[in-house]
């Protein structure tokens, strides 16, 4: 047979352009075949996937634990139309916030980071990008930096003051005088929003709502806290994104409305007392502070406007439910545990004494109060599945394919329970953080506990929620002493939503342990 002449380069470049295509797309099929993906559990259906894997018999976190004693550290889900990569163990978590940081430095989008999150300008939930960059910075080095929670310290201060002193006066109106039957969460909450509210826009929670349109006011905020651990289909099924199953899109726009009418009334009433001279720098919240960094500015597409009111309503979010939540699992856990309840007793009559109640400046040599909170924020994180974060881009995680689009959960239940780390990782210990591990901290330096977060994406309020945290419980502990309503151990069960409370309400019996002539001669110290 003759082999044909190629005669001329012209006849010889389709040629050659062919042959190399066909190696390319041979190179891509191979290399495709090479990439090992994390494993995956079986019996995914078509189109939803493994979404019957997570039911509502049991919370997220327990579901997913149980499958990673299955499958390892890191395994794949995938859920509706997501890759959602779920990590366990804290070395694979180690690599994700260090290495991969900057692929996993964005958040997917959802409906309600749209919908209640000013089109995704809130900035703990918009995705990786100059706008993110730049409010991080502004919230980092002028919100809630040292100088400035410094400026601000006397409101913390002075709402756990007034919250305590109601106890008193409620102990003292109560039959007999002397206790009576207070339910916790109700009242480390009042604390959180007050504070917050105070520090953000200048007004007390409970007072902030008074006058026209008050109690609209108050309500839509309650349904902004709970509307965003709703589930909402089309966040994982982008096609239903015209359906409204449930109503949850339609009360999130209601609820947003709402709550933006509130925000431009305080915006407001920050612009005129601005432009009026009548703040000094030292009295300046939050909201003063961003109308004079960004009041004018425009950038990523959002107006000033837009902006501040985003930042501002991101830190009520934050700082709320993180304190809250703590505080009512710290407490539960002290009081199933009588030996480590009176530690903590014992620790604050041996530096603070009776003649006196808790200050800030005692806080750091309490040792064993830190060390509690601590063992708190292992067992009980404020979310024990981290917030979604989404891959920008191509990665490889113990040693895995991990491709562009794909969602990170990482699971702090099961990571802060590793017993390879952990001795007894279910048992309420505080003493570990005294002995084996006295070193961790929960800033995110330790992988191995990172209730926070990590990475770019921890927490930027960390650390004035440890603040507000560590002084009401130091002085609620120092001023009272504390029971359970019977002998009976009080109900751990949690909540199946995505942020993790307790199911029954903590009631306990209050009874003073300082006088009431103490805790009032404080206030005016």
Not at 80 to 97: D, K, M, P, Y
């Amino acid at each position: 047979m003759e082999i044909p002449h190629i005669s001329s380069p012209a006849t010889a470049l389709p040629l050659i352009f062919a042959l190399l295509l066909f190696l390319y797309a041979l190179f891509t099929i191979f290399s495709a075949h090479r990439k090992r993906l994390p494993p995956q559990p079986r019996g995914a259906w078509p189109v939803i996937g493994h979404l019957p894997l997570l039911t509502a018999k049991e919370p997220n976190h327990t579901t997913l634990g149980k499958l990673a004693d299955v499958y390892g550290p890191i395994f794949m889900l995938r859920l509706g139309a997501n890759r959602t990569l779920i990590v366990s163990g804290w070395e694979v978590a180690r690599e994700c916030f260090t290495v991969n940081d900057k692929a996993f430095a964005s958040r997917p989008k959802f409906a309600a980071a749209q919908l209640l999150g000013y089109d995704y300008a809130m900035f703990g939930l918009s995705p990786y990008g100059s706008h993110w960059s730049h409010l991080r910075k502004i919230v980092t080095l002028e919100l809630l930096a040292n100088h400035r929670l410094e400026k601000l310290r006397h409101i913390p201060r002075s709402e756990v003051q007034s919250s305590i002193q109601k106890l008193h006066q409620l102990c003292k109106s109560s039959d007999g005088g002397k206790k009576a039957l207070v339910e916790m969460e109700t009242w480390f909450g009042e604390i959180a929003l007050n504070t917050i509210f105070r520090m953000v826009v200048g007004k007390r929670f409970t007072t902030a709502f008074e006058g026209s349109g008050g109690a609209e006011y108050r309500h839509a905020l309650e349904d902004f806290f709970n509307l965003f651990t709703v589930f909402v289909p089309s966040d994982l099924f982008p096609f239903l994104k015209w359906f409204d199953f449930g109503g949850h899109k339609k009360a999130m726009k209601k609820t947003a409305k709402v709550m933006d009418e509130m925000l431009d009334k305080w915006l407001t009433e920050h612009r005129e007392r601005r432009n009026s001279g009548e703040v000094a720098p030292e009295e300046q919240d939050f909201m003063h502070v961003m109308l004079s960094f960004i009041d004018t500015e425009e950038f990523s597409g959002y107006d000033a406007d837009t902006i501040i009111k985003s930042t501002c309503l991101a830190l009520i979010l934050g700082g709320f439910h993180t304190t809250t939540t703590e505080m009512t699992w710290a407490l539960s856990l002290l009081l199933n545990r009588e030996e480590a309840y009176e530690k903590v007793q014992e620790e604050l009559d041996e530096h603070v004494g009776r003649d006196r109640v808790v200050k800030e400046s005692d806080l750091k040599i309490l040792i064993y109060l830190q060390a509690v909170v601590k063992e708190t924020l292992r067992m009980y994180p404020a979310a024990q599945l981290s917030v979604p974060h989404e891959s920008t881009e191509d990665c490889t995680i113990a040693g895995y394919h991990i491709p562009a689009k794909t969602r990170l959960w990482v699971n702090l239940y099961k990571l802060q329970r590793d017993p390879s780390v952990w001795e007894n990782p279910d048992q309420f210990c505080p003493e570990r953080f005294l002995t084996t591990q006295k070193n961790f901290d929960v800033k995110g330096q330790n992988p191995q506990l990172i209730p926070f977060g990590a990475g770019r994406r921890i927490c930027p309020a960390m650390i004035f929620a440890l603040q507000v945290l560590h002084l009401s419980f130091a002085r609620l502990l120092h001023e009272f002493e504390i029971r359970r309503p019977s002998e009976e151990p009080l109900d751990m069960e949690e909540t199946a939503a995505l942020n993790i409370t307790k199911k029954v309400p903590l009631r306990v019996i209050l009874t003073p342990r300082l006088s009431y002539e103490v805790c009032e001669f404080s206030s005016r110290v």
